[in-house]
T-cell receptor
Framework: EAGVTQFPSHSVIEKGQTVTLRCDPI?????LYWYRRVMGKEIKFLLH????????ESGMPNNRFLAERTGGTYSTLKVQPAELEDSGVYFC???????????????FGEGSRLTVL | DAKTTQPNSMESNEEEPVHLPCNHS???????IHWYRQLPSQGPEYVIH???SNVNNRMASLAIAEDRKSSTLILHRATLRDAAVYYC???????????????FGKGTKLSVKP
């Protein structure tokens, strides 16, 4: 079974440009999460989708970030316009129905590294 | 802020057991204790989680103190592949809680010597 896949693995853009990151969760996982690690900091939660709905977007840093999950399958995270401080690694994760507390496992992708010059 | 405290780094010899400690003195009754690890250039990987009782799986064991204010991740025989940063994370998985919002701290960087 395929794991969580993210694309691109690395993106280099200039300040002010737009970048769109894509995440394909594990098939059948309703829950999809975005996290990121910016330089020198800890991994931080950005937001959580349940199917196509945003369940929690409390970690989104500002309105330059837009996450979508049309149809409840894959998700995109757009940064527009990108700033230098957005450089870092963006992780996507997915999980099954988390009402089943015996699970509690998030499956992470390998991340998309974003470099803003 | 992370609600857990872990040593910054630890070293182990290959094929020896490793005990990774974690303090979480402010844990609430509905907090689960999760452990994730991150190998170089990869995303975090689930290791184990528990609530009150000790837990075992194919990767590791989790020993939880009776008062739940601390826990220990046990790797029974460390391999070179176990070299990673290990994160101890508290999360309230009750419905309506901060589901999936894992608060990562700095973790413990485990080095394994051959």
């Amino acid at each position: 079974e395929a794991g969580v896949t993210q694309f691109p693995s690395h993106s280099v853009i200039e300040k002010g440009q737009t970048v769109t990151l894509r995440c394909d969760p594990i098939s059948g996982h309703d829950n999809l999460y975005w996290y990121r690690r910016v330089m020198g900091k800890e991994i931080k939660f950005l937001l959580h989708f349940v199917k196509e709905s945003k369940q929690d977007e409390s970690g989104m840093p500002n309105n330059r970030f837009l996450a979508e999950r049309t149809g409840g399958t894959y998700s995109t995270l757009k940064v527009q316009p990108a700033e230098l401080e957005d450089s870092g690694v963006y992780f996507c994760a997915s999980s099954q129905d988390i009402k089943n507390v015996k699970s509690g496992e998030l499956f992470f992708g390998e991340g998309s590294r974003l470099t803003v010059l | 802020d992370a609600k857990t405290t872990q040593p910054n780094s630890m070293e182990s010899n290959e094929e020896e057991p490793v005990h990774l400690p974690c303090n979480h003195s402010t844990i609430s009754g509905t907090d689960y204790i999760h452990w994730y690890r991150q190998l170089p250039s990869q995303g975090p990987e689930y290791v184990i989680h528990g609530l009150t009782s000790n837990v075992n799986n194919r990767m590791a064991s989790l020993a939880i103190a009776e008062d739940r204010k601390s826990s220990t991740l046990i790797l029974h025989r460390a391999t070179l592949r176990d070299a990673a940063v290990y994160y101890c994370i508290l999360s309230d998985w009750n419905y309506g809680g901060s589901q999936g919002n894992l608060i990562f701290g700095k973790g413990t960087k485990l080095s394994v010597k051959p």
